[in-house]
């Protein structure tokens, strides 16, 4: 009687292991479940995630794109003659810092080389250059003004810029298959068409 009592014991507590590690199991996939859907809105791709093509060359040519843009915002904050369009650079800026950064996570998530700041990070006077890229000799002669000859150089620049980035955006849309990749470039070109329509009414004001 004492074996088999022994022998019940050992099987009542090796339910009881089996149970808690189930349980164990069942709540650790909870919790990938919760942190799933508490995600931030523009979240990293999580392992196992699917990409294509589409969503590598979107991450890796918005990313010098967004640098140049930062760029011209910085120049405008210092040298702008309004404090609307210096207050425009301010949000620009703090809005594409963020997004450079989730899309450089991105890409190394794929396993994609992360541009390097100056890579194609100007346009190439003509050649091949991204949408609403700014050529060199366009940032340098938007550094060289003052005023509101600044203010107009960059709002026209600014428009162009941002008419490119939305190009972009529309053909992840289109073309990618990343789910979060999708969704920043919806929300880029729908932030990014409400500035035009602000600086298209700044520009009309000057």
Do not use: Y
């Not at 990938?32 to 990293?44: F, I, K, L, Y």
Request: net charge negative.
């Amino acid at each position: 009687m004492r074996t088999i009592n022994l022998r019940r014991a050992a099987v009542a507590t090796g339910a009881l292991s089996l149970a808690l590690f189930a349980g164990g199991c069942a709540g650790h996939g909870a919790d990938h479940s919760t942190m799933g859907t508490a995600a931030p809105t523009v979240a990293a791709p999580r392992s196992g995630a699917t990409f294509n093509a589409a969503d590598v060359t979107f991450a890796t040519d918005m990313i010098p794109h967004h640098r140049q843009a930062i760029d011209m915002a910085e120049v405008a904050q210092a040298k702008a003659a309004t404090p609307e369009v210096r207050a425009l650079a301010d949000r620009i800026a703090k809005a594409q810092e963020p997004e450079i950064a989730t899309m450089s996570g991105w890409l190394t998530a794929w396993g994609a080389p992360v541009p390097s700041p100056g890579a194609m990070h100007h346009g190439m006077d003509g050649m091949g250059q991204m949408p609403g890229m700014m050529t060199d000799q366009e940032m340098r002669d938007l550094a060289k003004a003052d005023g509101k000859a600044f203010d107009t150089m960059f709002l026209q620049m600014m428009i162009k810029h941002h008419q490119g980035a939305v190009e972009m955006a529309r053909t992840e849309q289109a073309q990618g298959q990343d789910a979060a990749a999708k969704q920043l470039a919806a929300r880029i070109a729908a932030d990014q068409t409400a500035e035009i329509t602000e600086m298209q009414g700044l520009l009309a004001k000057l």
